[in-house]
Nanobody, 129 residues
Framework: VQLQASGGGLVQPGGSLRLSCATSGFSLDRSAIGWLRQAPGKEPEVVSCVGSGPLTTYYADSVKGRFTISRDNAKNTVYLQMNSLKPEDTAVYYC???????????????????????WGQGTQVTVSS
């Protein structure tokens, strides 16, 4: 099982980035994928999640209207389009999934970071002028 996040970098406030999460070793089409972030000195938080069902997405209030999550099951990849970035979006971003439990439960978005038991390596996003 692997999840590999990429696409981070340094961007000015108001800019955009698209993160990618390449997955392998499990059935992406049956799994919910969360994008989590952790800023220095803070607990990790779930900023977005896409479930296995149609139109099943979640966004934290802090990113709603600015971030868009999508999945391409054929490419085993999940994306996070981040627009109108703010300095407070600076963090290490991780993609993650929870492979415990039934197939049904694996496809449901979890809203707590520690409910995900498989995390990829992070990608740094820095928003600064």
């Amino acid at each position: 099982v692997q999840l590999q996040a990429s696409g981070g970098g340094l961007v000015q406030p108001g800019g955009s980035l698209r993160l990618s999460c390449a997955t392998s070793g499990f059935s992406l089409d049956r799994s919910a994928i969360g994008w989590l972030r952790q800023a220095p000195g803070k607990e990790p938080e779930v900023v977005s999640c896409v479930g296995s069902g149609p139109l099943t997405t979640y966004y934290a209030d802090s990113v709603k209207g600015r971030f868009t999550i999508s999945r391409d099951n054929a490419k085993n990849t999940v994306y996070l389009q981040m627009n109108s970035l703010k300095p407070e979006d600076t963090a290490v971003y991780y993609c993650a999934t929870d492979l415990r439990g039934s197939f049904n439960s694996r496809g449901i978005c979890k809203l707590g970071a520690y409910q995900y038991n498989r995390w990829g390596q992070g990608t740094q996003v820095t928003v600064s002028s």
